[in-house]
């Protein structure tokens, strides 16, 4: 779940700001451009404390909270020193009959609610309101949080192990800066323990059954004695940035199953069908020693392929009726695809075996030109194949996992699975490199500073985009030219 901000601005004319917003580095951007009418008028703004809710309603109570505050109180807060906080507090009495703020430990990173630690006498709304990190940007010698997670994830099954889970994975979808370096020890805590499950990609289009289907599927492999860890990714909205997160919803019984976990996440704006951080998410469930990690896509279209290059085994579900041999040959992502299901095989039985037949002729042909490999049959190698399912009755799920079995042996004999894992890690590098210049550039002094500029004049139409954009990397390189009118 996407996590709310609170957050204290320090103006040029000493004054604070408070404020709360469910995305800190646009928000930022906003106040740093002047869109903010109270810190418009008092640039330059330096950020001073951010803490982290699980709701909106929560940051909202505790924004509210903190404008009643002294300076003096504020000032305490975003030096993290709870206890003259707590002076000050008491100094001014309690609120009868109103709850109190529980002092956020650093090590409750991405939880649920208080857990323990000194009381501060603050009046509180309730206990929604309770951020889950309160820690300050610019405190040193803090203890970080990366050992208790670390023990949590790689604890005994259970709601507490879960519990770790969901935290662990929230400090790895965090874009803060000191969170990315927790999020960074934590990785490498838990690496040594990864790598024994069998990751399993699936995609297709909307409305082909996938969690219809992996909840038959993770009920299946349970009652085999697996234990199944689920990634579901949404699409978040290009207009309000949201996400539904609803696919969890639609597994009623696999969500409260003591031996499964399922984590919603939005893909925030990422192309390719996944969110940024499911890489690591999948590490955090595989070190929970769930063998069997299943990532479920967005599901929009043909280029929704970027799971096929984090996972073991790319699956495609595709429905009856859905297009001819040419739309088959068409699509991009049947060429990578290890397996392809046929779901609603029962709706109509004919129209599926017409199905697979199209299917079957798009992969050989698809094989004879673009992976000569698999033209000829090898019984050493995997050859792409087509099956038959219907996930609402539970017909052929069977069938399915016999595959996805035959698949994981011949690929792990051959090699093939490991050097597969070794081109994703590298794959993975590489993306967090693209990932960290692009932030470091939107960082740069010079950028912030001719930016505005930059994007005034080009949607004026004064210069072009693309001179922008020289001139824009230019001054990351401290050689910044004047703005082409």
């Known amino acids: 779940m996407r996590p709310f901000y609170v957050y204290i601005l320090r103006c040029a004319d000493g004054s604070y700001y408070v404020g709360h917003t469910d995305d800190i580095v646009l928000r930022l951007q906003q106040h740093e451009n002047g869109e903010v009418g109270y810190t418009s008028l008092r640039k330059p703004v330096e950020l001073m404390w951010q803490g982290e809710f ?191 997160l609803g696919d969890k919803t639609r597994m009623e019984h696999l969500s409260v199953h003591e031996k499964a976990y399922i984590r919603p996440s939005p893909s925030s704006g990422t192309l390719g069908g996944v969110a940024e951080k499911t890489r690591e998410a999948m590490l955090v469930c595989e070190a929970a020693g769930y063998d069997v990690v299943i990532v479920e896509t967005v599901g929009v279209g043909q280029s929704e392929i970027a799971v096929a290059g984090m996972t073991d085994m790319f699956v495609l579900m595709q429905l009856p009726n859905a297009g001819d041999d040419l739309q088959a040959i068409k699509k991009g992502v049947m060429e990578i695809a290890d397996l392809v299901v046929i779901n609603k095989a029962d709706i109509d039985k004919n129209a599926a075996t017409r199905a697979e037949a199209q299917i079957t002729s798009s992969l050989r042909l698809l094989s004879q030109h673009g992976n000569p490999e698999n033209a000829h049959h090898d019984e050493t190698l995997w050859h792409p194949k087509v099956v038959q399912i219907s996930a609402l009755l539970g017909q052929g799920v069977d069938s399915f996992w016999a595959a996805v079995t035959q698949f994981r042996q011949l690929q792990t004999a051959n090699g093939r699975l490991a050097t597969r894992r070794e081109k994703q890690a590298l794959s993975w590098m590489w993306e967090r490199i693209d990932a960290g210049l692009k932030l470091a550039f939107r960082q740069h002094p010079q950028v912030k500073e001719l930016l505005p500029q930059m994007q005034a004049d080009v949607a004026a139409g004064r210069i072009a985009a693309s001179t922008a954009a020289r001139n824009l990397l230019q001054a990351q390189s401290n050689n910044a030219l004047a703005a082409i009118k």
């Open 54 to 244: 699980e709701t909106r309603e929560g940051a909202l109570a505790f924004e509210l909270q903190i404008k009643g505050w002294s300076r003096a109180k504020k000032e305490a807060l975003m030096a993290g020193d709870w206890e003259r906080v707590q002076e000050l507090a008491l100094s001014h009495g309690k609120v009868a009959g109103a709850p109190r703020l529980r002092q956020a430990q650093p090590e409750r990173v991405g939880g649920h609610g208080a857990q323990g630690g000194d009381e501060v006498g603050l009046p509180l709304q309730d206990e929604a309101s309770t951020p889950l990190t309160v820690q300050p940007e610019h405190v040193e010698g803090r203890a970080k949080p990366t050992h208790a997670l670390f023990e949590g994830v790689i604890g005994h099954p259970g709601p507490v192990q879960r519990r770790a889970m969901s935290k662990a994975i929230t400090l790895l979808e965090s874009t803060r800066v000191d969170h990315r370096a927790q999020a960074d020890e934590l990785l490498t805590q838990l690496l040594p323990h990864t790598g024994k499950a069998f990751r399993l990609g699936i995609s297709g289009v909307p409305g082909v059954g996938k969690s219809t289907f992996i909840e038959a599927l993770g009920l299946y492999l349970i009652s085999q004695g697996h234990r199944v860890a689920v990634l579901t990714i949404d699409p978040s909205s290009t207009v309000s940035g949201g996400s539904i």
